[in-house]
């Protein structure tokens, strides 16, 4: 099992830009997660689908911010445009069956918007 | 609504003593609780769980205890190793959410 996948690692990109980060979930799960990682808030919910769904997007922080799920292997994270106070490590997370199992993370994308 | 803390940012022990990490949950609803380790680069790892009809899980050289009366949730790490340091987040299930605390900061002195 390889694991939930991110991509890219990395991303640094200026202000104004639009990003998307990238995350195939482990074969199976029917639980799709994005958090934010931050020094300041920790880790933090952003949105969640089920069977690719959208089912909660109440902590994404603004319109800038958008998710889709096409396919049960597939999902984006977009910011547009990209502002600085963005810059965090975004991680994406699969389960199954929600929150009452183990959330299966990804290693995260560190965007930085300079 | 739910606040999951720990009661310290940092924890350093020597190499082969028993870690005791803790955790604080405020919501009596929280039904579910996992402990995840997280290294410099990666994602949470998933260590263990337990639900709130347990008190008592244990693992491979781990144990998660839950006070349900006291709300308090404790990770217990044995014979620490040096692979053991890292950062360790509990995680409460509030309803439709995972609440994750700020984490601490495990070292491990050789």
């Known amino acids: 099992d390889a694991g939930v996948i991110q991509s890219p690692r990395h991303e640094v990109t200026e202000m104004g830009q639009e990003v998307t980060l990238r995350c195939k979930p482990i074969s199976g799960h029917d639980y799709l997660f994005w958090y934010r990682q931050t020094m300041m808030r920790g880790l933090e919910l952003l949105i969640y689908f089920n069977n690719n769904v959208p089912i909660d997007d109440s902590g994404m922080p603004e319109d800038r911010f958008s998710a889709k799920m096409p396919n049960a292997s597939f999902s984006t994270l977009k910011i547009q445009p990209s502002e600085p106070r963005d810059s965090a490590v975004y991680f994406c997370?699969?389960?199954?069956?929600?929150?009452?199992?183990?959330?299966?993370f990804g290693n995260g994308t560190r965007l930085t918007v300079t | 609504g739910e606040s999951v803390g720990l009661h310290l940012p940092t924890l350093s022990v020597q190499e082969g003593d028993n870690s005791i990490i803790n955790c604080a949950y405020s919501n009596s609803a929280s039904d579910y609780f996992i402990w995840y380790k997280q290294e410099s680069g990666k994602g949470p790892q998933f260590i263990i769980d337990?639900?709130?009809?347990?008190d008592k899980r244990q693992g491979q050289r781990v144990t998660v205890l839950l006070n349900k009366t006291v709300k308090h949730l404790s990770l217990q790490i044995a014979a620490t190793q040096p692979g053991d340091s890292a950062v360790y987040f509990c995680a409460g299930h509030p309803g439709n959410d995972m609440r994750f605390g700020a984490g601490t900061r495990l070292t491990v002195k050789p």
């Open positions: 997370a699969s389960s199954l069956g929600g929150f009452s199992s183990p959330l299966h």
């Open positions: 337990i639900r709130s009809n347990m």
